[in-house]
């Protein structure tokens, strides 16, 4: 291994410890940093269990009940609760390509053994903090994500994201954990994310989407009106 590229994993190494223990800025959103430690998978090729310290740095996996959690690199688990790291050359039967980037993350539940896989990790909330948002795949719902244990409730916005009000948490250092729902089986617990971020824009309260949608729906009607009348008249003109 070259010295120069020692030197920046001892460094990347050093700001992680210093993170855990005090309290600094979370690390990693974006879970680009796996580049620098996992290596591709080859192509239209499949990937093995993998070490979550490589695959998530700065990251803690686990699950409510601390027992065992599979954590795979371009794979799929068969059964158990499981962590994946989605990255270049996975072959995308199952669709799973990088929402951002070359690296997302997918948190896999069938609800038949242990808990649902968590991946958590410790740190300070900025200042001004409104709320937090994260990028999620086509049609998500089964995210669940906590500070300190308090969970968050969720609400699509633009982009593909979801977003949940944190501002009680703005300056203080918690835990942030994303897991999955529970109850619907099969493949229905999985969730697909990446690109976590701290706003200090306030999530929209959910009448606003309601006024919006009524809003849609009148613009919709009154056209609706407008063109029946324009037929009726010609009609009547002929």
Known sequence: ????????????????????????????????????YVSPTPVNGWGDF???????????VGNSYG???????????????????MGPNFPNGPGYSPLQGSYSVLLQYFDIAAGPPTLSQTGMVPFGTESINFLVGTGE???VVTLNGANIPLV???????????????GNVAQLT?????????SGDWFYFDDVQFSTSPVPEPASFVLFGLGVLFLGWKFFVYLYHDALNKRLDA
């Open 67 to 85: 027992s065992y959690l599979a954590t795979f690199y371009n794979d799929l688990s068969l059964g158990a609760p499981a962590v994946g790291l």
């Open 1 to 36: 291994m070259k010295p120069s590229r020692i030197s920046w994993l001892s460094a990347v190494s050093f700001a992680l410890f210093l993170q855990t223990v005090s309290g600094q800025s979370f690390v990693n959103l974006n879970f680009e940093q796996a580049g620098f």
């Open 156 to 170: 699509p916005i633009s982009g593909g994201r979801l977003a949940g009000d944190i501002s009680a948490f703005a």
């Open 50 to 60: 993998i070490d979550p310290t490589l695959a998530f740095p700065g990251w803690t």
């Open 141 to 143: 719902s089964d995210a």
């Open 178 to 186: 994303f897991s999955t729902t529970t109850g619907k089986g099969g």
